[in-house]
């Protein structure tokens, strides 16, 4: 399939999109915020140059006039060829999605009956990939699934103790950020393979964040499970919480609306700071609720890290990526020094300076920071689905 790929991650309220020649080369990427209030698109090119910094005039136009002018202004980027193809991030794919995919009404209807899984983040990845195939039927769309890269965990690491029906209807651990730990593998493998083939646990840290441990390659157990609200402690949402607090809530008499705000937007970082839940207000407060937050933040990744580890039998190397993990040194220091007892022990120059490698040349685990690039693996598998590689 000719032409370049644009690839697409749809949140509530933005869309990141990067578009790739037919080599996979970087063209471009960016990012339309504030969708529902006042969309504003950014794009740079590979180098780092501004090539868009635009506001709608109209004020608020509907999607499918957003998305079309995305579109039209990546069509223009994307060389001779036009633009050939779209991929996009779905969040959950189930227990039968697997592997990227074809986009076809088929598909969108079995993914549209998975929202229940997953109500916060379904509508929006597939909003996209509706409306283009409603404005570009000739357009070949691919999606690409979070949860597949955990497909493959040990039984007893997907499991859930609860009745067996409930597990036969879809109550397990499925896991998540699996395009972000397939890259870092793949990165891995390049630059580290005696690493690959060995223990190790990868820190995706943003304003979502899980942990995920890998054993040559490939994903043996993760933090996240059911949902993308379990495990580690994140910007909003609170993580791995006693399934007590909730009951207590609803005999409150919350509702399940308000239970579901509480536990996704207002926990986390922001909750126990009561400041924000970005980790970057908060490294420069002098508030002793942000050091608070930032400690509880560092406490929870050692605690479930401890538990991977257990997992793995042992652990031969750790990478951070993701917002927080690849630009906080004081974060990352904060995590180490809570797992000294492995054998972590970080090079303080290099970790302040983000180097690739962080860790002491007498560490027993080998640390590393490397740049999350979900939309590399999301256009790679779009090339592969289309080509017939799968």
Known sequence: ???????????????????????????????????????????????????ADHRWPDGQPCFAKILGDLLDFVHDHSGSDGLGSTGHRIVHGGADHVSPSLITPTLLAALEALTPLDPLHMPHNLAPARAIAEARPDLPQVACFDTAFHHAMPAEAQAVAVPRAMRDDGVRRYGFHGL??????????????ELTRGRVIVAHLGAGASLCALKGGASIATTMGFSTLDGLMMATRCGSIDPGVILYLARQGRSISEIEDLLYHQSGLLGVSGISGD?????????????DAIELFSYRIAVEAGGLVSALGGIDGMVFTAGIGEHSPKVRAAICARLEWLGIQLDPVANASGAGRISAP?????????AADEEAIIARHTQQVLHGEQ
């Open 1 to 51: 399939m000719a032409g370049s790929i644009l690839t697409l991650n749809a949140g509530s309220s933005s869309l990141k999109f990067a578009l790739y020649d037919a080599m996979l080369a970087p063209i471009l990427r960016g990012e339309i915020e504030d969708i529902d209030a006042a969309p504003h698109l950014a794009a740079r090119n590979a180098a780092g140059s501004t090539l």
């Open 180 to 193: 972000s730990y397939e890259y870092i593998a793949a990165q891995l493998a390049e630059e580290a393979p």
């Open 279 to 291: 980790m970057r207000v908060l490294l420069a407060s002098d508030d002793p609720r942000a050091a």
């Open 362 to 370: 007498d560490s027993r685990v080998d640390v590393r920071v490397i």
